[in-house]
């Protein structure tokens, strides 16, 4: 059974940066599609960034585009996102998820989840 765990969040202050990362047990992730989310108080939990298991192709929401970078270590069985120039509207509670076959960066189509990190972005 995979599980996934998610570490690096925190405060930091507007145009700070972060990097989460998010260690993965019980399998190897070679083969799962790996995606991050976040979810803020109030809203639906919306996908940010995507990466592929095959040939690694990355999804960004406009959101984060050109802040965020996901990117995977098979080897050591993690996955990061390096979030820079972060905004206010940024915090939420980030996860990791994993689904061992390739999909659509939608938080429906994942079926293992990590408990989430806090992000805060505040001065």
């Known amino acids: 059974q995979l599980q996934l765990v998610e570490s690096g969040g925190g405060l930091v202050q507007p145009g700070g940066s972060l990097r989460l990362s998010c260690a993965a047990s019980g399998s190897r992730l070679d083969f799962y599609d790996i995606g991050w989310f976040r979810q803020a108080p109030g809203t639906e939990r919306e996908g940010i960034s995507c990466i592929g298991s095959k040939r690694g192709r990355t999804m960004y929401a406009d959101s984060v585009k050109g802040r965020f970078t996901i990117s995977r270590d098979n080897a050591k069985n993690m996955v990061y996102l390096q979030m820079n120039s972060l905004k206010p509207e940024d915090t939420a509670v980030y996860y990791c998820?994993?689904?061992?076959?390739?999909?659509?960066?939608?938080?429906?189509?994942?079926?293992?989840w990590g408990q989430g990190t806090q992000v805060t972005v505040s001065s």
């Open positions: 998820a994993a689904v061992p076959h390739q999909v659509i960066c939608a938080p429906d189509q994942y079926e293992y």
